[in-house]
């Protein structure tokens, strides 16, 4: 139904917009696709748009593997955990023969697969209390911080500094025991790789439905929510999120060659805050290595992990500001602020010594049929646990 130019109900829907932070972020991304478009090429731009999608999603759909897994944690209810197995199961059905075939348009494509060790286990644990702690996971910060939550901002910083703490003690966690990377594509091949893995999922969401009917006596799912749904300024369903998160990842892997990440970029900034402190941190092993020696001197438009990350924040904050949800405030009770930093230094360090965050290591080592991935998941899952307990200390519900 066409409504009136002058009408009532058109003055109200439009109210609800938070013009000033649309515009802002518009602006600001425009700017940003054409500088790094014309400076850096067409696919430092590309992924920057990807990013920027990412955040939309991320804030449209309220996709936070924090609050899913408390969620899990202190109700039982597990709708948040199943749209993530959905996710995975997208991700691993294209992935798997993607990277298998190694090349395509050019571009090498590799997976996320990392060694099966004690540091995976202990920086996951750590990273888990962080969730709960801080309040986000990593994609969960870069949202909510970019949706207007200052709280989150203080998260952020913490997050930044505890994973320079992790660049300084990387090379001691380099000896933790364990044994090699193992990927069930490169052992099992593509077809096994996904059926083992779709098992998995399945044998997730079967427990997960069963818990949550044994608690409540039934399943609620997202759709069971009465709520209306919008494609331009939100909600979303976790399945549409699920889905789109799913084509996020995709995205990147077949623009950058490799599935998509979020902390490195954060210790790379940290890097950089720390030589213009003037803190020697070129001699650390973790800076030594191929790829990163000469990083600290480059742009971090250059960094492929932080042009996406601006993105995300762009994104969420053109999101909030279409679900009219823009809107910061600096009240914050000062438990909730050591929480945050608490739980900001642990997610930093955990994701640098763990290889990787929920994206990196989860989202995208599980998507690359990586073992390291899945115990990522269950270290991080008992770890968000015990946060979870952690949380009324602080004054947070």
């Not at 749209?83 to 494509?109: C, D, H, K, N, S």
């Not at 801080?134 to 203080?154: E, I, K, P």
Request: proline share 3%; aromatic share 12%; with cysteine.
């Amino acid at each position: 139904m066409d409504i009136p130019a002058n009408s009532p109900a058109l003055a109200s829907a439009s109210f609800q917009y938070n013009r000033g932070s649309i515009v802002m972020s518009g602006l600001l991304a425009l700017a940003m696709y054409a500088y790094l478009s014309s400076n850096y090429g067409w696919r430092q731009g590309a992924l920057f748009i990807v990013g920027l999608a990412a955040g939309i999603i991320l804030y449209h759909a309220a996709f936070g593997f924090t609050a899913a897994w408390r969620e899990v944690i202190n109700t039982g209810r597990g709708a948040g955990l199943r749209a993530q197995m959905i996710m995975l199961g997208v991700t691993v059905l294209i992935f798997t023969p993607l990277i298998a075939q190694g090349e395509l348009w050019g571009t090498g494509l590799r997976g996320s697969v990392a060694p099966i060790n004690l540091a995976v286990i202990c920086g996951a644990f750590m990273f888990g209390i962080g969730m709960q702690l801080g309040g986000g996971c990593a994609s969960g910060t870069l949202f909510t911080a970019g949706g207007g939550n200052v709280r989150m901002l203080v998260t952020l910083a913490a997050f930044i500094a505890g994973s320079v703490l992790g660049t300084w003690q990387w090379e001691m966690w380099q000896g933790a025991p364990g044994v090699a990377p193992f990927s069930l594509a490169a052992h099992y091949g593509t077809a096994w790789a996904i059926i083992i893995s779709l098992t998995l999922f399945g044998a997730i969401w079967y427990a997960s439905t069963r818990y949550e009917h044994r608690r409540h006596g039934g399943v609620k799912n997202d759709r069971d929510v009465d709520r209306a749904y919008s494609l331009l300024s939100g909600p979303w369903t976790l399945l549409a999120g699920a889905l789109a998160l799913a084509a996020v990842n995709v995205s990147t892997l077949l623009l950058a060659g490799r599935p998509w990440g979020v902390t490195s970029a954060f210790a790379l900034w940290g890097g950089k805050i720390a030589v213009f402190l003037g803190i020697d941190i070129g001699g650390w092993a973790y800076w030594q290595r191929p790829g990163l020696s000469n990083a600290l001197e480059q742009s971090v438009l250059t960094d492929i992990t932080s042009v996406m990350n601006i993105g995300i924040m762009l994104g969420a904050l053109l999101a909030a500001g279409l679900a009219g949800k823009f809107s910061p405030s600096f009240r914050i009770p000062l438990k909730s602020v050591f929480a945050a930093i608490i739980g900001g230094i642990l997610l930093g360090y955990g994701a640098r010594i763990a290889y990787g965050c929920n994206i990196g290591a989860y989202f995208g080592g599980i998507g690359s049929t990586s073992l390291h991935g899945w115990l990522w998941f269950l270290a991080a899952f008992i770890g968000s646990s015990l946060g979870t307990k952690l949380r009324p200390v602080f004054g947070l519900k």
